[in-house]
């Protein structure tokens, strides 16, 4: 599907179709398919309302990339092209830090209590637009609508809850070592933040990072994926109209490498926070280390999901169905291998096979849908590559392995019994709709199963021994752990990892501590009158 001078090549490191025409909204020409009347009333109905921003924000203003280039964003589960938004790299990157940094001296000058203001504004903005926002995230991520809508909630719920926190930020005064001192500790803002995120989440992993930041006082540079830009451009319009100032909030987006490198290099910048791959994440630490900034890093995850003999059958089986399939897999908590004991491997692998059948995998509008395509040919080659190796191992499929008869990039809810740990899909994250079960006998061999990987981000596990339950989740390396249930992400609650799986917690009162830092005050000479 080629548009006017649009070309299949990475033109300045964008790595999509990339045209030099002024940027607009796509949709239909004679050599393009037609969109489908869902997608198609949708995006013209985001139009309208103001939300489908192909500009990057800088400054409070919405640009064009400098030179014109324009990235095109295609909705996964037809290929269609959906918009085409500004391709920015170092020069509009470099104009967004200046006017965040120009902005914090304001911002940060606020009083917790008008930041908080705005932010619930922003908040019930979010939530006012739930709907469009939920169809701007199925349009260009994929994920069935109502999942969509209900990441809307989810990231919303960050704004309203570091609203709330932005007025709990309290220092401390210590017990002097002297006399004639008084010693105090005050937590400050810690400047500009560039903040990276990903496709899978494209406004939950966005407002995880913002909120807290704004909330404590810092200002940002956001990039989002050049895969879902427009969920991030609808959200910083909402930002916007909710009265966050000119430069508190910047989106560029484009070329990745040009923008990271421009955030790392920056003195300007004292923070960075990624949610992405481990690969990009050491990069950009190893990238922070001359500027010594702070990093805060949310990496790939290698969750287990362990079903003991003692588990209650149904909870297991919808505990493992929802930590694995939610995204189609596609999130850094997914079940990645389920590990199921000798004495309920065969019942479980029955059970479970069911309950993947019944998964309807279709366009993310379809009502009914609660299986989306995966985000696009690559992430499928990988996972059907992961399939070819556990199959030519001696892996068994009892379900799917297969590309979905519906084409482009769906793919066949999968159940593959008698795993192993040579296989590739026991080391590496698959990130698609597949659930290996791995066999295990004792307690702990389960623990040494599940710890035996560089990741340490989530781990479930269902048992109904209460005595097991912390005998296990003590002894796991991870910085999650699910009991008894497979969706436990929530704002309330601190999420991260450990191992090569990141740094740092998002969400929670501890999430606000990555954007503050602690200033040390010794006030002498305190006994003269
Ligand atoms: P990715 O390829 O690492 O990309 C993440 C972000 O980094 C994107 O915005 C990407 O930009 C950007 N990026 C890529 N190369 C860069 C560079 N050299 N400099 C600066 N930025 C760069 O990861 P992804 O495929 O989007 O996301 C999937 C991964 O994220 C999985 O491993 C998943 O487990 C992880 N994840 C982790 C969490 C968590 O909380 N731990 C949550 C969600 C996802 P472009 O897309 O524009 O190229």
């Given at each position: 599907m080629v548009i006017g001078a649009a070309a299949l090549v990475a033109i300045g490191g964008c790595r999509k179709l990339v045209s030099s025409s002024h940027t607009s909204l796509l949709l239909v020409s004679s050599q393009c398919r037609q969109m489908s009347t869902d997608a198609q009333s949708v995006s013209e109905k985001l139009r309208s309302s103001g939300l489908l921003r192909t500009q990057g924000l800088i400054g409070g203003r919405w640009i064009d990339s400098y030179d014109k280039k324009t990235i095109k964003v295609n909705n996964p589960a037809t290929g269609e092209i959906v918009a085409d938004v500004a391709c920015m790299g170092t020069k509009e990157t470099n104009d967004a830090i200046a006017s965040s940094y120009e902005a914090f001296t304001s911002w940060s000058r606020l009083t917790a209590g008008e930041r908080s203001k705005v932010l619930r504004r922003w908040y019930d903005l979010l939530i006012a637009h739930k709907e469009e926002l939920g169809q701007l995230i199925t349009l260009e991520q994929g994920k069935p609508l109502k999942e969509a809508i209900g990441e809307v909630a989810y990231g919303a719920s960050f704004i309203e809850y570091y609203a709330e926190e932005a007025k709990r930020v309290y220092g401390d005064i210590i017990p002097p070592n002297l006399s004639d001192r008084r010693l105090l500790v005050l937590k400050q803002p810690i400047g500009v933040v560039g903040a990276i995120t990903p496709w899978n989440f494209p406004l939950a992993m966005i407002t995880r990072k913002v909120g807290p930041a704004l909330a404590s006082g810092c200002t940002v540079v956001v990039k989002p994926s050049e895969l879902t830009p427009l969920t991030a451009l609808a959200a910083a319009e909402l930002?916007?109209?909710?009265?966050?100032?000119?430069?508190?909030?910047?989106?560029?987006?484009?070329?990745?490498?040009?923008?990271?490198?421009?955030?790392?290099?920056?003195?300007?910048?004292?923070?960075?926070?990624?949610?992405?791959?481990?690969?990009?994440?050491?990069?950009?630490?190893?990238?922070?280390?001359?500027?010594?900034?702070?990093?805060?890093?949310?990496?790939?995850?290698?969750?287990?999901?362990?079903?003991?003999d003692d588990a209650d059958l149904d909870v297991a089986v919808k505990g493992t169905l929802a930590a694995k399939f939610r995204n189609s897999g596609q999130t850094c908590v997914c079940?990645?291998?389920?590990?199921?004991?000798?004495?309920?491997?065969?019942?479980?692998?029955?059970?479970?096979?069911?309950?993947?059948?019944?998964?309807?995998?279709?366009?993310?509008?379809?009502?009914?849908?609660?299986?989306?395509?995966?985000?696009?040919?690559?992430?499928?080659?990988?996972?059907?590559?992961?399939?070819?190796?556990?199959?030519?191992?001696?892996?068994?499929?009892?379900?799917?392995?297969?590309?979905?008869?519906?084409?482009?990039?769906?793919?066949?809810?999968?159940?593959?019994?008698?795993?192993?740990?040579?296989?590739?899909?026991?080391?590496?994250?698959?990130?698609?709709?597949?659930?290996?079960?791995?066999?295990?006998?004792?307690?702990?061999?389960?623990?040494?199963?599940?710890?035996?990987?560089?990741?340490?981000?989530?781990?479930?596990?269902?048992?109904?021994?209460?005595?097991?339950?912390?005998?296990?989740?003590?002894?796991?390396?991870?910085?999650?752990?699910?009991?008894?249930?497979?969706?436990?992400?929530?704002?309330?609650?601190?999420?991260?990892?450990?191992?090569?799986?990141?740094?740092?917690?998002?969400?929670?009162?501890?999430?606000?501590?990555?954007?503050?830092?602690?200033?040390?005050?010794?006030?002498?000479?305190?006994?003269?009158?």
């Open positions: 930002a916007l109209q909710a009265g966050v100032p000119p430069g508190a909030l910047n989106v560029v987006m484009g070329n990745a490498p040009e923008i990271g490198d421009a955030l790392l290099t920056s003195p300007k910048v004292r923070k960075i926070t990624f949610t992405g791959s481990t690969a990009v994440g050491k990069k950009l630490m190893a990238a922070a280390a001359p500027t010594v900034k702070k990093v805060s890093l949310e990496l790939g995850g290698n969750a287990p999901s362990i079903v003991f079940a990645n291998r389920v590990l199921v004991q000798d004495g309920i491997y065969d019942k479980f692998a029955e059970a479970f096979s069911e309950a993947v059948q019944k998964l309807e995998v279709g366009d993310g509008f379809k009502e009914g849908t609660t299986q989306g395509p995966l985000i696009n040919d690559a992430a499928v080659q990988k996972v059907e590559s992961f399939v070819q190796d556990a199959v030519s191992k001696g892996a068994k499929i009892l379900l799917g392995g297969k590309r979905h008869s519906l084409g482009m990039t769906f793919y066949e809810p999968t159940v593959i019994r008698d795993v192993s740990s040579d296989m590739i899909m026991s080391k590496e994250e698959i990130f698609g709709p597949v659930a290996p079960l791995i066999r295990f006998k004792t307690e702990e061999d389960a623990i040494r199963i599940a710890n035996d990987t560089i990741a340490g981000l989530a781990a479930y596990i269902f048992t109904n021994s209460v005595q097991r339950s912390w005998r296990v989740f003590e002894a796991l390396e991870y910085g999650l752990v699910g009991v008894n249930e497979g969706l436990i992400s929530t704002e309330v609650a601190p999420f991260g990892g450990v191992k090569q799986s990141g740094l740092g917690r998002e969400g929670s009162k501890y999430g606000m501590d990555e954007y503050l830092e602690i200033k040390y005050v010794c006030l002498g000479d305190m006994n003269r009158h």
